[in-house]
């Protein structure tokens, strides 16, 4: 999930970490990877000159009325949703 930020329009919310393990002679012996969650409270509430996820700006600029309905969804304006109209950059992507 990617999301506008007032620093990067396309601000990745995960971050990856390395593990790498060596021997006592300093051979690389094995690796680890990990990806997780960055700043959990942007999920839910973001600041002004900020977006949420791109997907549901996706998701709804691409839904038939028909898609939307099967969905449940009343709307495909993306400021129809509080989840996702919670700043002043609610329009589509840059």
């Given amino acids: 999930g990617n999301a506008r930020t007032v620093m990067n329009d396309n601000s990745s919310r995960y971050g990856k970490f390395l593990t790498l393990r ?12 990990s990806t997780f969650l960055l ?3 942007r999920v839910v509430r973001v600041a002004p000159a900020e977006r949420s996820f ?27 949703y509080t989840y996702i109209a919670t700043s002043d950059a609610v329009g589509g992507p840059a």
């Fill in 54 to 80: 791109h997907v549901f700006y996706a998701l709804l600029a691409g839904l038939s009325s028909t898609e939307a309905a099967e969905l449940q969804l009343d709307c495909l304006a993306p400021n129809g």
């Fill in 39 to 41: 700043e959990q409270t």
């Fill in 22 to 33: 060596y021997d006592k002679t300093a051979r690389l012996q094995g690796a680890s990877f």
